[in-house]
């Protein structure tokens, strides 16, 4: 019993992990990039390929597909995102479902439609005895990258001059531009953050999600459901939203199968049954 | 005083008088109504495609009249194009290809029946919220429909599909042959009816109202319209048109899965009427054409990796063109032929 809340646990911490930067540009930006599971898959088959043709080692693959998933996301923002931000959200929906189209294809192209697998450094596999229930040592260094990952994003954007600018730019970018704020550029290291984690969550998760070209279609619809559910407006909402979610889909999956993804959907519409005008506050406001 | 009092019937006069110039038929849809027909005769051994190209463009069409005229973003029209495939299915299968409960007819009206209440009932949640908010809803309400047809596989067959979908015969005369002769003006007899009926409601002044919610919602509401009754009324006969399309699918393949509910059916629909154009009723029609055709061309060239092609498609469009394909016409017919009032419809 423990050990599926656990394993809940460390796939809720992935999810939150890898929905963060959709938070970021959804809630802050008003942004809808559907096509933030994309930088997800970049980063997990970024591993893939460093891993298991080059033989990097996995550690430092994590930071090399956060950096690269950044500066991904850096340059697309810049490019193409940097269009679309006064047009209406059906142009952005288009936009982003057209990155999808594109990113499976071309992944498709170069590694082919099977589902990748990657081996995990020995010092990852096994088990713990922990507390009377046995824990992956994955899950267990999921749970705690994820944890530091969270708090560090918690205190940048609470505590520090950047994170204060930010939220400036957010609640109101007019004044906050006529204060001096680059909001530009707040918002461009911003959405190359968010597609960072998402890289990096893609690399962390490649060992439990399953890898293959239509990823982004597939965990987009969990990482809507992480939005719908924990609210754009903070960052601890969609952290427990994705703790909740994470818990209930991995024991629903468990105790009863024959149910599949119905539970996730069904807390969802509940939510937004219940709490309509909790949820999207900001971006009704706006 | 007595200036507002004698203009207002002449308002009233030349009020109607507009609803009627708006509706009355032009040489190119009369045009357009000739050639597709003829197609039967012009490309006899590509009716099976054609047909999918029609049921594309009704379902293309639903989200026309929901998004294009009334202005509610959706994701999930999939899901009524599911549940009218399966409820067209189920009534053709347990007819067992005979008269009653096999009719064609009645399957459509079965279909068009289960998904308007659907769409009754969920349109109270669609109503709620931002654009955000509806696109999640309507996702959400599609991915259960798809997750319930994946696990009812006593009713549903599961991921395996529905088999022995027989419907009857057409009005007990034409039965569907190998060809797809009867499919193809099955499909486009329906077509044209419900085109005809949609065509209508746009026109009327209950279309008018809902462009005009399209347009600023909050006015709407303070010039006294029910906006909200409005919106649930469209969005419910939205959820009818898919359901029939979704009907005419399952009769014409003789088949149902959960394919036809899955979320790429919403979204291609959806890229359909983006690329025709969304607001001009033939924007659904004209996009299915060129997207099906498209998606053939490309797959014959390039067959694993044509979504690329029409992804890069997509981003010119919402780029650089605004209003897809007929939008661009009718840009260009605007720089060649200034028009001479503001009433130049589609």
Redesign the interface.
């Known amino acids: 019993m423990l050990t599926i809340l656990f394993d809940g646990v460390a796939y809720g911490m992935l999810l939150f992990v890898l929905a963060v930067g959709l938070c970021v540009t ?1 809630g802050l930006m008003n942004f ?1 990039n559907l096509a933030h599971g994309a930088f997800a898959m970049a980063g997990g088959y970024l591993t893939v390929v460093l891993l298991n043709k080059f033989g990097v080692s996995f550690y430092l693959c994590l930071p090399a597909a956060f950096v690269f998933c950044a500066i991904l996301g850096a340059v697309l923002e810049r490019t ?1 995102y940097v ?2 931000y006064d ?5 952005q ?3 982003s ?6 990113s ?3 992944v ?2 170069f590694m082919g ?1 099977s589902q990748q697998i990657v081996n995990l450094p020995p010092s990852l596999q096994g088990r713990l005895e922990f507390l009377g229930a046995s824990v992956g040592v994955y899950r267990l260094f999921v749970i705690i990258i994820c944890g530091l990952m969270t708090i560090a994003l918690q205190y940048a954007l609470a505590r520090t001059r950047f994170g204060s600018r930010l939220r400036a730019a957010v609640d109101d970018g007019r004044v906050a531009r006529g204060m001096g704020i680059d909001v530009t550029k707040i918002f461009a290291i911003t959405f190359a953050v968010g597609s960072g984690l998402a890289g990096l969550g893609g690399a962390l998760g490649t060992g439990i999600l399953s890898l293959y070209p239509t990823f982004p ?1 597939k965990y987009m ?1 969990l990482f ?2 992480v ?2 559910v924990g609210g754009t407006t903070t960052i601890t909402g969609p952290f427990f939203a994705s703790i909740l979610l994470g818990v209930a889909d991995v024991t629903g999956k468990y105790f009863l199968p ?5 539970f996730i ?2 807390i ?2 509940a939510v ?2 219940l709490r ?2 909790g ?2 506050v900001r ?2 406001s706006r | 005083m007595s200036a507002v009092d004698v203009k207002a019937p002449a308002n009233g006069a030349t009020a109607r008088l507009s609803l009627l110039a708006g509706a009355r038929w032009r040489w190119y849809e009369i045009a357009f109504w000739i050639v597709v027909p003829s197609l039967y005769f012009l490309a006899p051994t590509k009716l099976t495609l054609l047909s999918e190209i029609l049921i594309l463009g009704l379902l293309a069409l639903s989200i026309d009249l929901v ?1 294009g005229f009334a202005g509610i ?1 959706t ?1 999930g029209q999939g899901g009524f194009f599911g549940l009218g495939a399966y409820a067209a299915a189920l009534m053709a299968k347990w007819g067992a290809g005979t008269a009653p409960l096999s009719d064609p007819l009645l399957g459509l009206a079965v279909a068009a029946g289960v998904a308007g209440i659907a769409g009754f009932l969920t349109s109270f ?1 669609v109503l ?6 509806r ?3 309507t ?3 599609a ?2 429909v798809d ?1 319930t047809a ?2 009812m596989k006593w009713l549903t067959g599961g991921s395996d599909g529905l088999q022995g979908v027989l419907p009857a015969p057409v009005l007990g005369v034409w039965d569907f042959d190998l060809y797809g002769r009867v499919a193809f003006c099955y499909a486009l007899a329906v077509l044209f009816v419900l085109f005809l009926v949609a065509r209508q409601i746009t026109k009327s002044p209950f279309g008018l109202s809902l462009q005009a919610i399209k347009g600023n919602p909050l006015r709407a509401r303070t010039i006294g319209m029910p906006v909200n009754a409005r919106l649930v009324a469209i969005y419910t006969i939205g959820a009818m048109f898919a359901g029939v399309a979704g009907g005419l699918l399952a009769q014409t393949t003789q088949f149902a899965s959960p394919d036809m509910v899955a ?2 059916r919403s ?1 291609d629909a ?2 359909i009427l ?1 690329f025709g154009g969304a607001g001009y009723l033939y924007g659904g029609l004209i996009g299915a054409g060129v997207f099906r055709v498209m998606q053939d061309i490309l797959s014959n060239i390039t067959p ?5 092609w ?3 498609v ?2 010119m ?3 650089f063109v605004r209003g897809g394909i007929l939008g661009l016409l009718r840009a260009t017919r605007d720089r060649f032929f200034p028009p001479s009032s503001d009433k130049a419809a589609p």
């Open positions: 959804l809808i193409l269009r679309l047009k209406s959200h059906l142009d929906v288009l936009f479902i057209a990155i999808i189209f594109m499976i294809a071309t498709d192209y439609a279609l619809i809507l459901i939005i719908s024959s149910f599949g993804g119905f959907y069904t969802m519409v937004l049954i309509p005008q949820l999207f971006g009704a | 998004l973003v994701l949640l709620r919220g931002s654009d955000l908010t696109l999640m809803v996702l959400g309400l991915l259960i997750e994946n696990k979320f790429h979204a959806l890229l983006i694993q990796y044509w979504q690329f029409l992804g890069l997509l981003l469009l919402v780029l």
